[in-house]
């Protein structure tokens, strides 16, 4: 039987080569920070790195390895468990009390990844007498979460908060039960920040709850690096934060659900993902601790990212590039074609910075990009680098 599927396989996988949508995978040599060695799938060699959620430069920090390192003699490998039966740690309670704690909830649930926080929230909350209002641009996670839910389903246009309203009346007309208003913090594709302020004005008019998977703005965004809610004062007005250990808190894995406490409560009874899934490894825990430590002083971080984001969009717009508008660490540079975002992005290789191609299905069809991501960890010349070797392979490309 698999012969007949295989060559159905083959076909499709060529015609992604063929529409310039593949996405190889390249190896690394080293620790992820400002500069690895790519050992495959590129010239071999050290390059700056400007592709990581790696926003504040811990995944390689040294108090963090530390951290980790003694967790691994305290408490083990791993868990071979879930946490209801034998998975919970002294650790693990520590972490969701400290994380409760820096994003002002009631209480905190850990998952083994935020993909997984955000696939055991909706089905668990909402029945099929309730109603779920999306953003259109949520992330893949937030998507597959709400089709595993039996809500109805209300979709409104990226940040349009008239739309939004829109359905927020459709909702409360068809006699929804509850209503959950969710989107990104940041959009993770274009960098752009949700308008909270204006999303909880509108969920206290209709009486809905408000849910942010704040993954690319938790330990930077904000003047204590608490995220969105914080950038925007809505800190007490939001009903539930999911995010990620993945990315500015040390770039490891794990995620979360941060909320009103008697929904991580329910979430610990019913929750689907978190019931059936292994603990997330105590090293993990105990290092994200470490990195909760050093976020209570990460003030210059921050501004040196502030610093390095401001940078490169200003020195990329003076020379002609275009660039998603905003302030955010994520610089989308907008190409269109994604043979030529895949093209682009392997001149870069060539020298010396390490960025991607994002095309579809990742980004909408015809709007191709390469996702410039900024870090602390980047100097002012490894940034003024990257804006070199982009316009000398925005001129190699040109001569092709």
């Given at each position: 039987m698999f012969e007949t599927v295989r060559e159905d396989l083959r076909a499709t996988l060529d015609e992604i080569r063929s529409a310039g949508l593949h996405k190889p995978e390249r190896v690394i040599g080293t620790p992820q920070s400002a500069a690895v060695a790519v050992t495959a799938g590129g010239t071999p060699g050290e390059v700056l790195n400007f592709c990581a959620n790696n926003y504040l430069g811990l995944a390689d920090h040294p108090e963090?390895?530390?951290?980790?390192?003694?967790?691994?003699?305290?408490?083990?490998y791993g868990m071979a468990s879930v946490r209801f039966i034998c998975g919970t740690q002294e650790v693990h309670k520590e972490l969701e009390a400290r994380l409760s704690s820096f994003l002002g909830q009631e209480d905190t649930i850990l998952y083994s990844s935020c993909f997984d926080a955000n696939g055991g929230v909706f089905e668990t909350l909402l029945g099929a007498e309730d109603a779920v209002i999306s953003d259109a641009?949520?992330?893949a996670s937030i998507i597959d979460g709400i089709r595993l839910s039996k809500a109805r389903r209300f979709r409104y246009a990226n940040r349009d908060?008239?739309?939004?309203?829109a359905r927020l009346k459709e909702a409360t007309e068809g006699g929804a039960r509850r209503k959950l208003i969710v989107t990104d913090g940041v959009f993770s594709m274009d960098g752009y920040v949700a308008?909270?302020?204006?999303?909880?004005?509108?969920?206290?008019?209709?009486?809905?709850?408000?849910?942010?998977?704040?993954?690319h703005a938790v330990g930077f965004v904000g003047p204590g690096g608490r995220g969105t809610p914080e950038l925007?004062?809505?800190?007490?007005?939001?009903?539930?934060?999911?995010g990620t250990l993945g990315k500015a808190l040390g770039g490891a894995s794990g995620g979360y659900v941060a909320a009103r406490a008697e929904i991580v409560e329910l979430l610990r009874q019913r929750s689907r993902p978190y019931l059936f899934s292994n603990s997330l490894a105590p090293v993990i825990a105990a290092a994200s601790?470490?990195?909760?430590?050093?976020?209570?002083?990460?003030?210059?971080l921050r501004e040196r990212l502030a610093a390095n984001t401001a940078l490169f969009r200003t020195k990329m717009t003076e020379a002609g590039f275009e660039i998603l508008p905003g302030d955010h660490a994520i610089a989308p540079v907008m190409i269109g074609d994604a043979a030529e975002a895949g093209r682009m992005a392997e001149l870069l290789l060539?020298?010396?910075?390490?960025?991607?191609?994002?095309?579809?299905?990742?980004?909408?069809?015809?709007?191709?990009?390469?996702?410039?991501?900024?870090?602390?960890?980047?100097?002012?010349?490894?940034?003024?680098?990257?804006?070199?070797?982009?316009?000398?392979?925005?001129?190699?490309?040109?001569?092709?």
């Open positions: 963090v390895i530390a951290a980790a390192k003694d967790a691994l003699d305290r408490w083990g641009l949520n992330h908060m008239a739309e939004l309203e308008p909270l302020t204006e999303i909880c004005d509108l969920a206290d008019r209709y009486d809905a709850m408000v849910m942010v998977d704040d993954s925007h004062g809505v800190m007490d007005r939001v009903d539930v934060i999911t601790l470490k990195v909760l430590d050093l976020l209570e002083s990460a003030g210059d060539e020298r010396g910075v390490y960025v991607i191609g994002f095309s579809y299905p990742v980004v909408p069809m015809g709007q191709a990009r390469i996702r410039v991501q900024l870090s602390a960890a980047h100097s002012t010349a490894d940034v003024e680098r990257a804006v070199a070797a982009f316009i000398d392979a925005r001129a190699a490309l040109a001569a092709e």
